[in-house]
């Protein structure tokens, strides 16, 4: 373990596991192997490569979840799958406390295409990495600052079929809004330059550990949000 490290940060070119909890239970059905790019008190970014081996829910057959009409994706049986990360890789940034976390998507060549705001719980760290709770309800954000909401199909029928209550999708759509907020005043992450990042050349693609669901160790719970000092800016340099 790193000084870095021991001190609650991950140094840059860690290798760490960002996994999602099913809704309404205990059990992980997402892990994603990611390299730390940077952590401070103000941001995790990690950098999931292509290629890289994942786990993510699927049909009791091994189908895509989203090949089940909508009306039962959520009440069929499911298992989960490994697959590899197909297409370009993705830049993830959460702030602490915050409930959703900002993604950057890039077309081959590198040619930026959007951010993708996820909805989330806010992410509880542990020892190899971060667990959180997906909230179905999106936010696509373009590079001329329109944006659109994504999956609000889904999100109705998560409520409808039990996976979250009222007062838990009362909570998301204020941070969607609070989200919006964001986007709209064009600030962090936006404004960052991270859509000019790359990854370093020399990192290898992480591996998916066979203990990929393994209970999680020393949990530390979310941090509050940390707000950037009015009159200055942050690089991704």
């Not at 994706?73 to 890789?89: C, E, F, L, Q």
């Not at 009222?166 to 064009?186: D, F, H, N, P, Y």
């Not at 404004?191 to 949990?219: I, K, M, N, Q, Y």
Request: hydrophobic fraction near 35%.
């Amino acid at each position: 373990m790193t000084e870095t490290e021991s001190a609650g940060t991950w140094a840059p070119g860690t290798q760490i596991l960002w996994r999602y909890r099913q809704n309404a239970g205990n059990r992980i059905h997402i892990c994603r192997p990611v390299t730390v790019v940077r952590d401070t008190d103000e941001v995790l970014a990690v950098w999931l490569a292509p290629g890289t081996e994942c786990v993510r829910p699927a049909l009791a057959d091994g189908a895509p979840v989203h090949h089940e009409p909508l009306a039962t994706r959520y009440t069929t049986a499911r298992t989960v799958v490994r697959d590899p990360w197909y297409g370009m890789g993705v830049l993830k940034l959460a702030r602490p406390g915050e409930p959703w976390s900002v993604w950057l998507w890039w077309q081959h060549g590198w040619r930026f295409q959007s951010w993708y705001v996820n909805l989330e719980e806010p992410r509880v760290r542990w020892d190899g990495g971060i667990d959180s709770e997906d909230h179905f309800l999106d936010i696509d954000v373009y590079p001329d600052r329109t944006w659109r909401w994504r999956d609000e199909d889904e999100f109705a029928q998560a409520r409808q079929d039990g996976l979250m209550d009222e007062a838990q999708a009362l909570r998301v759509r204020e941070a969607g809004r609070a989200a919006i907020e964001s986007i709209t005043a064009w600030g962090t992450p936006y404004s960052d330059g991270w859509e000019d990042w790359r990854p370093d050349p020399a990192w290898p693609v992480p591996p998916l550990p066979e203990d990929w669901d393994r209970t999680a160790t020393r949990l530390t719970p979310p941090a509050s949000v940390v707000s950037p000092v009015p009159g200055t800016s942050r690089t991704s340099a």
